[in-house]
């Protein structure tokens, strides 16, 4: 079996959190190797396989997955199944694993560290989700107050380039330095939501379009790639 590398969270508390990367899987062709996403053309065979072994990379059970089908909205769910239409999901069920899919978008883990029981998110982050409150939601599913936060892979501010339909607003809320030369810097713009929610901010500050061999990218591969994902458990 391929290695199967992860970029893990050393979360604080009884939490299990990793990013996965492109590698370590069975999938062929611009899906190479370990594509999470079977809302892809990639085999669906392949994409439970790749699920199954991410799932026992990080201890857990892939008939126990829940996720949305994300519409790069704002809502975030309860974890009680599959495919419900939303960009997060949360639980305080122990064991229960959450899987969020991205390929330039931000994965974002938020825990609850305010001593109350333990309860993690998933959260899927992308421009128009961040304006409309996918942070600030995924805060007051976990009850507000404490919580730590951290930023995955995704798109950064070195290859980001926007329009003026983008730039506008995130200037507007976040300040005219969130957008230089036309590239937006969605990982400062996460992480100031996040911080204004109240949490401690992790970012790892990796760019999937810069990483070819570590990520897909929806931007850098035209749209036809796979999806990395972040994966996370109340243990």
């Known amino acids: 079996m391929a290695e199967l590398p992860l970029f893990p969270w050393d979360a604080p508390g009884p939490y299990v959190a990793a990013f ?27 994409v439970a396989e790749n699920r199954a ?30 495919g419900e239409p ?26 609850r560290a305010n001593g109350a029981q333990p309860a993690i998110a998933a959260v899927h982050v992308g421009w128009r989700g961040l304006l409309a409150g996918v942070v600030e939601n995924a805060a007051g599913a976990l009850g507000g107050g404490k919580f730590a ?27 005219p330095g969130i957008v230089r030369d036309g590239k937006l810097d969605l990982w400062t713009a996460t992480e100031q939501a996040l911080q204004a929610a109240g949490a401690e901010v992790t970012r790892l500050d990796l760019c999937t379009s810069c990483n070819p061999d570590l990520f897909f990218s929806h931007r850098r ?15």
């Open 149 to 175: 936060a951290v930023i995955g892979p995704g798109i950064g501010p070195c290859c980001y380039d926007v329009g003026d339909e983008v730039a506008a607003p995130f200037r507007a809320r976040f300040g």
């Open 86 to 111: 939303g960009d997060g999901v949360w639980t305080e069920e122990r064991g229960k694993p959450l899987l969020v899919f991205t390929a330039d978008c931000l994965p974002v883990a938020l825990a």
């Open 20 to 46: 996965s990367t492109r590698r370590g899987g069975v999938s062929e062709g611009p899906f190479d190797s370990l594509n999470l996403g079977k809302l892809t053309a990639d085999d669906p065979g392949r």
């Open 53 to 82: 072994r991410l799932c026992a990379a990080v201890g857990t059970d892939d008939e126990l997955l829940c996720f949305g089908r994300q519409v790069h909205g704002a809502d975030v769910l309860r974890a009680e199944g599959q």
């Open 221 to 235: 591969e035209r749209g036809t790639t796979g999806r990395q994902g972040l994966i996370a458990y109340v243990t």
